[in-house]
T-cell receptor, first 113, second 113 residues
């Protein structure tokens, strides 16, 4: 399967713990995006990378959220000191540069108790 | 931020019926995309539209990029049970992909056999 891969698919954590999600994009795609989706809503943009450069991060929800793509391949999204309001589906997508067509992974569902 | 208004929010139809849903915005978009999302999964790209007035089909699905560039619609003909899911429109402001995709809140489709 050469689609976008995310793991873990599900994460249950206690409030105050740190969590990290990983995304492996489609191999030839230069751009990688992180979105968040809560129940009944559409995906909400968080940040994106072109290769290893993070080109937009102002939409990250707070300074507890950070993302990296150190070698321009896979990416990680970390949430520090989780809060119950962080419970959501975290979606990763990738695309070619200059293409608006984003291809999404299956998502990582976070539940904060 | 940019907002896309999708309607209807939900639909219940009989198998075999045609379906129409639309998306409007106060902003002009250069790209419109339609996605389908099944429960617990990531959105899957159905159709991408790049030019005002463009009409594109993908099997039983047809989508159009509105002339004003502020709206788009999606039609599904002869619905079948596997069409059940949430349909999202998404728009992009720039041609270069340097602005993130903005999503509507979705139209939830239920098909009664």
């Amino acid at each position: 399967d050469t689609g976008v891969s995310q793991n873990p698919r599900h994460k249950i954590t206690k409030r105050g713990q740190n969590v990290t999600f990983r995304c492996d994009p489609i191999s030839e795609h230069n751009r990688l995006y992180w979105y968040r989706q809560t129940l009944g809503q559409g995906p909400e943009f968080l940040t994106y990378f072109q290769n290893e450069a993070q080109l937009e991060k102002s939409r990250l929800l707070s300074d507890r959220f950070s993302a990296e793509r150190p070698k321009g391949s896979f990416s990680t999204l970390e949430i520090q000191r989780t809060e119950q309001g962080d419970s959501a589906m975290y979606l990763c997508a990738s695309s070619l540069v200059l293409s608006g067509e984003l291809f999404f992974g299956e998502g990582s569902r976070l539940t904060v108790l | 931020g940019q907002q896309l208004n999708q309607s209807p929010q939900s639909m219940f139809i009989q198998e075999g019926e045609d379906v129409s849903m639309n998306c409007t915005s106060s902003s002009i978009f250069n790209t419109w995309l339609w996605y389908k999302q099944d429960p617990g999964e990531g959105p899957v790209l159905l159709i991408a539209l790049y030019k005002a007035g463009e009409l594109t089909s993908n099997g039983r699905l047809t989508a159009q990029f509105g002339i004003t560039r502020k709206d788009s619609f999606l039609n599904i003909s002869a619905s079948i049970p596997s069409d059940v899911g949430i349909y999202f429109c998404a728009g992009q402001l720039s041609d270069s992909g340097n602005t993130p995709l903005v999503f509507g809140k979705g139209t939830r489709l239920s098909v009664i056999a």
